[in-house]
């Protein structure tokens, strides 16, 4: 099977970083959709073109060695997934396309 | 005559609706939502040449200013419609938008004069210290009002996707009994819960006595997402200071959580009230006017209210008595919804976290177990019916 990357939607543009919240509102130019995302949710966003979903749980725990993988795994995973639904990240597959 | 029964006892409520970081803090609110408006009217001003000038001269406005002219319940419309247009692709050459700011220019309006709609109203009432207007129709002409007044047909009288017939109706004029009925409603609201009222009236910026009937239903009071920071009232239902205080926090809450919804993830991504999930009011009959099977937004509108009139109940409950010398006696009339709040509440809760809270965003989850804790109930009951 080959790997499942990301992708940043290009373009992106962010407010809030410099607010007191808990969150970044963030607009994308091609869905022209606003969104709340948090701050863990932001920097998974930013860490995630290239990578695949494992890669970016290992980045996780290296960030956080004392948490558990189980509970990080599920986060970075469904994270992910909403960003992706959100169109704020793309999947891509990476590696030989098998035919179709 | 209905029957005074002792209402629960919830935990510290007042003070957690009106101050929860997450879902109580009005001002935190109101910052997020202008911030998501200036950004709104920066995107919109780089694809509508016709209201970059607008765009441009709004934002340099001083802060007070700014927030005045993006707390219009027009202007919220006008930019809430160039949203939905903008997603869909479907922004005009020129726009509505643009043509909106070039309605308000020909009406000699100017970004420092402040909220457009309150400015066309030379001839309202104000409420209490808010002074929020209350709607009279002007006796001249103005395109302005026109405005509104379309929007208040559209989502109130007429019959399209989202309403179930035509409704007979239009917007009212108070006279001076009706505007001191109002005043002392205010103050009696005030009087109960001083922080809490002030949170919910923070998000209001126009208040309109109405009549909305079908033939066999009325509208008691009103208000609607697509009409932001504006509540409706049927001066003929209410006709109590203390119907009047219980409509107002219940129109003034529905507009915090229309407020809740720009600035959170209350509802899932592409929430569409007309194929959402339903929850049975069971205790409404489906009229002309509405079904009592309410899409999930409107049932978790609904919980919300229900919670504030919870916290309202349990407070004419224990301060009826130094209450009724200056407002009358208590209004134990069918008008009142909040002496059967916190069951209709704690009813809702237990239906919205039904199907693993299915359509609600993950604010929207948080925001039922919140409202559970404040039940005094723990997590949300699921229901078994």
């Known amino acids: ?100 | 005559m209905s029957t005074i029964t002792t209402p629960p006892r919830l935990s510290n409520p007042e003070r957690s609706l009106a101050e929860d970081a997450r879902f109580g803090d009005s001002p935190m609110i109101l910052e997020r939502r202008q911030a998501l408006y200036e950004f709104a009217l920066e995107v919109l001003g780089r694809r509508l040449p016709g209201m970059a000038a607008a765009a441009g001269t709004i934002a340099a406005l001083p802060a007070r200013q700014r927030a005045a002219v993006l707390d219009d319940p027009l202007v919220r419309v006008h930019i809430h419609e160039a949203l939905g247009r903008l997603q869909r692709d479907e922004l005009g050459a020129p726009d509505y938008l643009e043509r909106f700011f070039a309605q308000l220019a020909t009406e000699g309006w100017q970004a420092a004069d402040g909220a457009p709609l309150e400015c066309s109203l030379p001839d309202a009432g104000r409420l209490g210290g808010d002074d929020i207007p209350v709607w009279k129709a002007p006796d001249r002409e103005s395109p302005i009002v026109s405005n509104f007044e379309a929007r208040f047909a559209h989502e109130f009288l007429e019959h399209h996707d989202r309403t179930l017939s035509e409704r007979d109706g239009g917007l009212l004029d108070p006279d001076d009994e009706l505007q001191e009925l109002l005043a002392e409603g205010h103050e009696l609201l005030f009087s109960l819960l001083p922080g809490l009222a002030a949170s919910v009236f923070s998000h209001i910026r126009i208040v309109a006595f109405v009549r909305v009937q079908t033939p066999d239903a009325a509208v008691q009071s009103g208000s609607i997402r697509a009409i932001p920071g504006a509540i409706f009232l049927s001066p003929h239902h209410l006709k109590t200071p203390w119907s009047v205080a219980e409509a107002l926090l219940h129109e003034c809450a529905h507009n915090k959580l229309f407020d809740l919804y720009l600035t959170r993830l209350i509802l899932e991504a592409g929430y569409d009230c007309r194929t959402a999930r339903t929850i049975h009011a069971r205790w409404n009959k489906s009229t002309l006017m509405q079904r009592n099977q309410w899409p999930l937004d409107q049932a978790l509108s609904a919980c919300h209210v229900y919670l504030h009139l919870a916290v309202f109940d349990r407070l004419v409950h224990d301060h009826a008595g130094e209450l009724v010398d200056r407002f009358g006696p208590i209004d134990t009339s069918s008008v009142m919804k909040s002496p059967r709040a916190h069951e209709r509440a704690a009813y809702l809760v237990g239906e919205l976290a039904r199907e693993d809270y299915r359509g609600l965003g993950p604010d929207g989850r948080a925001l039922v177990d919140w409202m559970a804790t404040q039940l005094g109930d723990g997590a949300p009951r699921r229901a078994t019916i």
Request: charged share 25%; glycine share 6%.
């Open chain 1, 1 to 100: 099977m080959p790997d499942t990357t990301y992708c940043l939607e290009p373009g992106l543009e962010v407010r809030g970083a410099d607010r007191e919240w808990d969150d970044y509102l963030v607009h994308t130019p091609r869905t022209a959709g606003f969104h709340w995302i948090d701050r863990d949710a932001w920097r998974l966003l930013q860490a995630a073109s290239g990578r695949t979903s494992a890669e970016l749980v290992d980045a996780e725990l290296a960030r956080a060695p004392q948490a558990d993988p189980l509970l990080v795994r599920r986060r970075v995973t469904t994270t992910v997934a909403a960003l992706a639904d959100s169109g704020l990240l793309h999947a891509q597959i990476a590696g030989p396309v098998p035919n179709q």
